[in-house]
């Protein structure tokens, strides 16, 4: 079996189990943590997601790898290539979503809204806190969590993304 065949299989194997998580219940912090949990296990054998495999892009930056996606566009799985210094300014998901480490650093900063929600495409935010996701370790999101996210390794990174809905 190829390595490509052995990753389609471990990740139908875990995607599997993270509906089954989501259906016993349903879309809330423990149950995104049972789901980061599964993401983990996946992720501990590296051979899986040999760096080759998850190329920067041909002009050297960040690219993003479907790894799997149901019919209905639920239960994506992507892989996350982040070119070194990448910066992505706070944003929400509008769905639960699941970051985990398999090579380097991903700065994830959390915030909270203070503004009153007044205005269109504009948010007033305080920073709550910051996290280092790397091999062994992910973070976890509800639709309306608020996150930034930052590489500063030399060469590039890469996270497994988990979302309800696909991107």
Known sequence: MTISERREQAVSEAVGRIRQIERDQGVNYEALKAIRDELIHLTRDTSLFPREHFPLTESGDSAVYRLSEDDDHRF?????????????????????AVIVGVYGDELNRFYERTDDLAKVS?????????FVVRHGNGVVFLPDDIHAISTDDSQSTLHLHMYGLAL
Do not use: I
């Open 76 to 96: 994506a799985l992507y892989g996350s290539v982040g070119a070194a210094g990448k910066s992505v300014p706070p944003h929400d998901h509008t769905t639960w």
């Open 122 to 130: 504009h948010a007033t935010l305080n920073e709550t806190g910051q």
